[in-house]
């Protein structure tokens, strides 16, 4: 990939030689931010040659404030279309012009001047998440990377309780593999092992904080957390296996890999686990407590309400079906009730 830019270093390119030149000529002296954030492979920082072929250009998002942007922003557009350098004449460029209140509605329906709630954590797209704490901003004047910073992270309570969700996505199907594959459907022993590595690996994300994209990047993301390097080959034993026997033994593996990581945290009370026959069936089980272990870590009386019911986990589970910011609002009532 000889002389490939990066998406980001091209729109930082862009920003520094095109757009900044040419506000600060037409616009002396009014605040704005200037970021690369939102869709788009280049702000994940997984772009490369191929990506160029089809919406890969030079972009920046540019932020005023309310009163700025509705005084200048139709303006201020059409003079960053025409005073463009002649460099990058030849490339499609692209420019936003928003409020950072107006794009966190577009991205998560959620009112940045109002508190984030538990609830709206749950219902906030991890992949949405992600996209707005990932690529960089260029310039920041009106406080664009301190509202950024809100959104680093889940709270702790939060956290908590999505690693619990997580484990009982995993702790129910797990016997499964081997009761499909002791029928002779080793097609479905398959597939249920094929959701266990991929909920295994949300755990994962979940352990290490970072919040995973969405599927075209999420095997590549995985690969570059600290426990990739160790678990990728034991996952694709999964994957690989012949037989409902071989899969059962590579996920004890990765199970207890898994294990071994949220033991290394030290935010529970160390979790024992054990091989289990489930009701003396010929299929092995591990089984370890993480989900009591979590639960007696939680603090905040609302996640509290929550974790005493069965999991419900986050939007990602049903983003199929409610895919726009604003279906959101659909779902909070699963948590209120």
């Known amino acids: 990939m ?44 997984f772009d490369d040659e191929m990506s160029g072929d089809h919406n890969w250009e030079p972009r920046v998002l540019l932020f005023l404030r309310k009163e700025d ?24 460029t692209e420019y936003g012009i928003h409020t950072i209140r107006g794009f966190l509605l577009e991205q998560l329906d959620f009112d940045i001047e109002g508190e984030i709630t538990p609830r709206d ?12 704490t990932a690529g960089a901003v260029f310039h920041d004047e009106i406080g664009l990377q301190s509202v950024r910073d809100r959104f680093a992270y889940y709270p702790r309570d939060v956290w908590l309780y999505l690693m619990i ?30 959701q266990l590595v991929q909920d295994l690996m949300r755990l994962c994300f979940l352990m290490e904080r970072q919040y995973a994209p969405f599927s075209k ?49 030290g935010i529970t009370p160390p979790v024992a686990t054990e091989v289990e026959q489930m009701w003396g069936r010929p299929f092995k089980v591990l089984w370890g407590d ?36 604003r279906d959101r609002r659909q779902l909070i009532a699963l948590f209120d009730q």
């Open 121 to 132: 954590w749950f219902t906030f797209p991890e992949q949405n998440l992600r996209m707005i």
């Open 217 to 265: 990047w999420f095997g590549t993301a995985f690969s570059r957390l600290s426990c990739g390097a160790e678990l990728v080959p034991i996952l694709r034993a999964v994957q690989r296996a012949e037989s409902w026997l071989e899969r059962e033994e590579a996920l004890m593996a990765a199970y207890e890999a898994v294990a071994a990581i949220h033991n290394g945290l």
């Open 165 to 194: 969700a997580a484990w009982w996505r995993v702790h129910p199907e797990i016997n499964l593999v081997g009761r499909t594959g002791f029928v002779g459907d080793e097609l479905g022993s398959e597939l249920i092992g094929s």
């Open 2 to 45: 000889s002389g490939f830019v990066s998406g980001l270093e091209l729109s930082r390119r862009f920003y520094t030689e095109a757009v900044r030149p040419v506000l600060e000529a037409s616009y002396p002296g009014l605040p704005y931010s200037a970021a690369l954030l939102g869709r788009g492979s280049e702000v994940l920082g």
């Open 290 to 325: 993480f989900p009591g272990a979590l639960a007696a870590q939680i603090q905040d009386p609302v996640v509290q309400r929550i974790a005493e019911r069965w999991p419900i986990g986050g939007i990602d589970q049903i983003r199929n079906v409610l895919w726009a910011a």
């Open 69 to 92: 942007q509705t005084r200048h922003g139709d303006a201020m557009a059409d003079v960053l279309r025409r005073e463009v350098p002649d460099r990058f004449a030849d490339r499609q």
